[in-house]
């Protein structure tokens, strides 16, 4: 959130290698590499997540962090309409995650808010 995204890339990596697995810091790695401008990067990360998925729960709310740092807002708006949808915990963040700043005012957002219960 600092803007330091190049050290943020680097200690993602590291968790990355001690976390195995886990779609949280691989999910943190693709944000990171799209606010730095690294889109490339920031999609492979997407399709490591879709193969993870195939074994293993990748929370779509991750997802959405890294196409709403892509600016890709129509597949952010999805991926969090469907980590609402499998009742995920982590939409009841959406009222103060900054990672979804830019997708505020889009009425889509808002109403997933609303949906939620979440104050606006």
């Known amino acids: 959130m600092q803007g330091k995204h190049l050290e943020a890339i680097g200690e993602y990596q590291k968790a990355r290698q001690i976390e195995g697995g886990i ?17 490339r990067e920031a999609r492979k990360v ?9 074994h293993s729960y990748v929370p779509p709310y991750n997802v959405a962090m890294i196409y709403a740092a892509l600016g890709q807002r129509e597949e ?3 991926a969090l ?3 609402y949808e499998e009742r995920s915990w982590y939409p009841v963040l959406l009222a103060v995650d900054p990672k979804f700043d830019d997708l505020r005012c889009n009425p889509h957002f808002q109403q997933l808010v609303r949906r939620i219960g979440l104050p606006p």
């Open 23 to 39: 779609a949280e810091p691989l999910a943190a790695l693709g944000r990171a590499y799209a606010l730095e401008g690294k889109d």
């Open 46 to 54: 997407l399709d490591q997540l879709k193969e993870l998925s195939s």
């Open 76 to 78: 952010a708006l999805a």
């Open 81 to 83: 309409d469907k980590a």
